[in-house]
């Protein structure tokens, strides 16, 4: 029985790391890294923002002309806002790699069910986080975006207006649109999210006892070369000024894909609901995903041996998922700590057992005294046969 | 002398064509995809010396079973788990590498003949490979004179 997920993972994932590592090497690939290099671009990204900080303004009358002094004048402004830019878009993808990968190689489940709950909340907030900051630039195509945006959240039902007023401080009379508060509630978003994303990642990491954090050395050069090349290759422009009623005529506008494409739809005329209802499908999708798949190892855990356990730690020092604890033990042995799995947390992998040098620690579905005698029925009787 | 030979032509005839087991395969089965290529005693189909285990990660491994598979005449033992950097629990296979090593406890026995242990990372979709990194184990280990 082939569930879809191995289906897409040997006919489609597997090829195409084999030829990645054919171009990268093994230790280079960077689908092995795909949860190391959205960081990577985090931090680019960290950098970068602070440095367009310095020059830019947040205030209606100012903000336009602070994005044409650090877009044309400012020494490196361009390519500090190119470099920030595409590491918005490099991030994405990687966060996009990262989640089908995750997906189709089955590790997005039961005891892995925390990294991919606060993976989605995760996904979201960048959503929101690169959508503001598209809306900061202010040229022609942002303040569309804004509008769009404004008029996208006042269709929500019942909460709509509160919502845009709250998000975007629009009038909650419905007068106006954008007032003096709108770009700077933009920024306490852009800047607060990605606050908010260094707790969510350490909600990410919480069942990880060694989470893979960093991309090595090599990759990183070779994604901040990359990531230069395109910056030089295409350098940002900052689009005309919109007109001061902010009635930009839709026909002329260019939007990012990544980010904004409910903001896309809305511009070609589709249904507000639709679009609220495709918006709200992906969370709610990726947050069903896991419960749709029958579960594989209910009741399985790794099991102790209390008599044979040592109290060495090597098991607790090896489990990558936390679930072995060393308890203290009063149970007469002369040993002063007892290793104690919690059910919850176990993956049933069997990396305990391989820590284990005295026979304290086994998975039900593969004990080692069974692969030991194993071995020694099929070679016995023959011994002096193969010398 | 005699007497083993006359025993040997009497034992059952057809089943006895498989030759004896030369190596023991410790066999990850999330890495290179062995199910359908086992006879009914997990010998491997195209090359029936080979009797492979079915483990559920490399990281179950314990170098003790590398170790029980040369000391009961086996001519040489290797373990096959996911490519590094890919396990499916993390780190399974890098531990194992590492025990292999002999940089993390509990480690290989220095006393063991390191010729004929030897361990591979492949994918689930990488049998090809397998199959060439087998046949120059095979006979890397028969080139080994016998102590």
């Known amino acids: 029985m082939t569930t879809y997920v191995e289906a897409i993972q040997k006919s489609l994932v597997l090829p195409l790391e084999k030829v990645a590592n054919k171009v990268f090497t093994q230790k280079y690939n960077p689908l092995y890294y795909h949860g190391a290099l959205p960081n990577l671009f985090l931090w680019a990204l960290f950098l970068t923002g602070l440095l367009l900080l ?128 709108t770009i700077t509630r933009m920024l306490v978003l852009h800047l607060g999210i990605p606050l908010l994303m260094m707790f969510l990642l350490w909600w990410h990491y919480l069942r990880i006892t060694r989470p893979v954090t960093d991309a090595p050395l090599a990759l990183v050069l070779m994604m901040v070369g990359g990531l230069l090349l395109v910056a030089g290759a295409a350098p940002v422009v900052l689009g005309d000024m919109a007109p001061p009623d902010f009635a930009v005529v839709a026909k002329s506008i260019h939007l990012d894909g990544l980010y904004a494409w409910p903001q896309q739809l809305a511009l070609a005329g589709w249904n507000m609901g639709v679009i609220w209802l495709m918006v709200l499908a992906v969370p709610v999708g990726l947050f069903v995903l896991p419960y749709l798949q029958k579960k594989a190892l209910r009741g399985q855990f790794a099991r102790v041996v209390a008599d044979n356990c040592t109290g060495c730690s090597l098991c607790y020092n090896d489990c990558p998922y936390e679930a072995i604890t060393m308890v203290d033990r009063n149970d007469g042995s002369r040993f002063k700590r007892l290793a104690t799995v919690n059910p919850e947390h176990c993956a049933n992998c069997g990396l305990c057992v391989g820590a284990c040098a005295f026979k304290a620690i086994d998975i039900p579905r593969c004990e080692s005294k069974d692969v030991l005698a194993e071995i020694e029925a099929a070679l016995a009787g023959q011994s002096l046969a193969s010398a | ?100 090593l002999g940089q993390r406890m509990p480690k290989l026995k220095p006393t063991v003949d390191k010729r004929r242990i030897e361990a591979y990372w492949l994918s689930a979709v990488e049998y090809d490979e397998f199959r060439e990194l087998i046949e120059s184990f095979q006979s890397t280990v028969s080139s080994i004179p016998a102590s």
Request: charge should be neutral; hydrophobic fraction near 45%.
């Open chain 2, 1 to 100: 002398m005699m007497a083993t030979e006359t025993l040997s032509v009497n034992a059952a005839p057809p089943a006895e064509a498989l030759p004896p087991i030369r190596l023991i395969g410790l066999v990850c089965e999330r890495s290179v995809e062995l199910e359908d290529r086992l006879n009914a005693d997990g010998r491997l189909l195209d090359d029936p010396s080979v009797k492979i285990i079915l483990v559920p990660c490399s990281g179950i491994i314990q170098p003790l079973m590398m170790e029980t598979s040369l000391k009961n005449g086996a001519q040489g033992c290797f373990a096959t788990g996911c490519r590094i950097g890919d396990c499916h629990y993390r780190e399974g296979n890098k531990f194992l590498q590492e025990r292999l």
């Open chain 1, 54 to 181: 310095v020059y830019y303004q947040a205030t209606l009358s100012t903000a336009y002309a602070s994005m044409k002094y650090i877009t044309y004048q400012a020494p490196f402004g361009n390519a500090i806002r190119s470099i920030h830019r595409y590491a918005a878009d490099g991030m994405m993808i990687f966060v996009l790699i990262h989640l089908f990968r995750v997906w189709f190689t089955d590790r997005y489940r039961e005891y892995r069910i925390i990294p991919w709950i606060s993976g989605i909340v995760l996904f979201t907030v960048l959503f929101l986080v690169g959508l503001t900051g598209y809306m900061l630039i202010w040229d022609q195509d942002a303040v569309a975006l804004t509008n769009v945006t404004i008029n996208l959240l006042r269709s929500f039902p019942v909460i709509g207006t509160g919502l845009a007023g709250f998000m975007l401080a629009t009038d909650l009379s419905g007068s106006s649109l954008i007032t003096d508060y």
